[in-house]
């Protein structure tokens, strides 16, 4: 079986400020990984994936995040927060049943 | 637009009522899903379907039921709604379930069992 945790369920950063998202992820088979956002009264929209090619991967928006399989981590990072970075992320992992299993979540709020 | 189209956008619903959720897409994915959003819970996989003319069930597929009669539409259905069903529900498709290029999800539907 497979699962996630994301560590923080709300990160506030000042705007311009690197942002960091954490998670950590548990899989019976070499995971493959995703990241969503999720803006308020819409959607999950795909940020970025690892798919067992490079372990840094960059997104939209000027995301990225490293896979560690030392840590069994997938953190997201942004070296400078933008107002309209405010959202929810969601880290999510596919496991061995294709099926993608999906963290909690973590609201990020970017003060002025 | 390319997507996934979900309706109602919002429902209030009595107890007891049955109550259909639709979801249509027109990207000819073979994969579709159905989670259910609710706070400090994150998205819960209620049904999915690998294909047209097959589902499967989630982690929370109690008081749900799904058909795919088509590749482009998977309606979720709640026979007897609880106040508990109170969520918001989002509706995804993928590719192949095979594949790792990410679910597409619609805007969601939020029902409310009162």
């Known amino acids: 079986a497979q699962s996630v945790t994301q560590l923080g369920s709300h990160v506030s950063v000042s705007e311009g400020a690197l942002v960091l998202l954490r998670c950590n992820y548990s899989?019976?088979?070499?995971?493959?990984l995703f990241w969503y956002v999720q803006y308020p009264n819409q959607g999950l929209q795909l940020l970025l994936k690892?798919?067992?090619?490079?372990?840094l991967v960059k997104g939209i928006n000027g995301f990225e995040a490293e896979f560690k399989k030392s840590e069994t981590s997938f953190h997201l990072t942004k070296p400078s927060a933008h107002m309209s970075d405010a959202a929810e992320y969601f880290c999510?992992?596919?496991?061995?049943?294709?099926?993608?299993?999906f963290g909690k979540g973590t609201l990020l709020t970017v003060n002025p | 637009i390319a997507g996934i189209t979900q309706a109602p956008t919002s429902q209030i619903l009595a107890a007891g009522r049955r109550m259909t959720l639709r979801c249509t897409q027109d990207?000819?994915?073979?994969?579709m899903y159905w989670y259910r959003q609710d706070l400090g819970l994150g998205l819960r996989l209620i049904h999915y379907?690998?294909?047209?003319?097959?589902?499967g069930k989630g982690e929370v597929p109690d008081g749900y039921s799904v058909s795919r009669a088509n590749t482009d539409d998977f309606p979720l259905t709640l026979a007897s709604a609880v106040p508990s069903q109170t969520s918001v529900y989002f509706c995804?498709?993928?590719?192949?379930?095979?594949?790792?290029?990410?679910?597409?999800f619609g805007s969601g539907t939020r029902l409310t069992v009162v």
């Open positions: 995804a498709s993928s590719e192949n379930p095979g594949l790792s290029l990410g679910y597409t």
């Open positions: 899989s019976s088979v070499p995971p493959y």
């Open positions: 690892y798919t067992s090619a490079a372990t």
């Open positions: 999510a992992v596919r496991g061995s049943n294709y099926k993608l299993t």
């Open positions: 990207m000819r994915h073979n994969a």
């Open positions: 379907s690998n294909t047209a003319g097959t589902t």
